[in-house]
């Protein structure tokens, strides 16, 4: 949709962008084809998070089997419950991170390998894709729109300021790409920061044995607590600072070492050495 039919759509329906939603419509039809494309011979189902007016929507429905969106706001159900008609599709009232994500899949698709196809709510990317990773392997990869910086995080690699726990996060379990970068122009209204769309496809093995998973999604968010203090003191309130010591020795690691520094690889070897102890 153009911006004079998503100005006009709302005014019929006494509809606007909610601050508290997160919600920027995209206007820009290069972008959403190139985001309903992506996946498009890979996959025959798909599910949509926050369509709000359905621009997106538009084209997920002509181009996958089934399409199953989850919407939060009344106003934007009802705006796509009366202007998409195609069986193929079916709108959820409910908040996404208060839904048995995997169920709803058993309960709609008969191919239980999907993907998620969306414009995020910024202000809870993080939220969603944690939630994403752990509580539904039904969904194998997925095409986001995202904050340019949160997308650098995503991709973030050692020795730069974009690579944090959630880097780490992210690349353990899945493999990331950047598809392309979208200005603020491309949204009404136009959001204050750049978007960009990502890639990422679940790793169907991770490439390094993690040990005590629990263990290793917690001493990655313990390394960089505070960025500025090396590995020792952001764990040694934890665990015994000796031991940490002796594990940075065993894998060649400088004991003055930031967790910026480290790898992946190097962190999961880390928290594996670390639970031989424990």
Known sequence: MNLNEIKELLNKYNAGALKKYGQNFLINDNVLKTI???LKDQFKNVIEIGPGLGSLTRYLV??????LAFEIDPKMVEILDDTIKEEN????????????????????FDNKEICLIANLP???????????????????SMVIMIQKEVAERFLGRPNTKDYNSLSVLIQTYMDVSKVIEVSKNSFYP??????????????????????????FLKVNRLMFKQRRKTIVNNLKDIYNKESILDILNKLNISETARSESLSVEQIINFSNELNKIL
Do not use: G
Request: charged share 30%.
């Open 190 to 215: 136009a959001p204050e920061v750049t978007s960009a769309v990502i890639k990422l496809t679940r790793k169907e093995k991770t490439n390094y044995q993690i040990d005590n998973e629990e263990l």
């Open 36 to 38: 309903a494309n992506t």
């Open 122 to 140: 910024y202000y809870i990317t993080t939220p969603i894709m944690l939630k994403v990773l752990e509580e539904a392997p039904s969904i194998k």
């Open 62 to 67: 002509t181009t996958y089997d089934k399409v």
């Open 89 to 108: 599709f079916r709108v959820v009232e409910k908040d996404i991170l208060k839904v048995n994500i995997e169920q709803e899949i058993n309960n709609y």
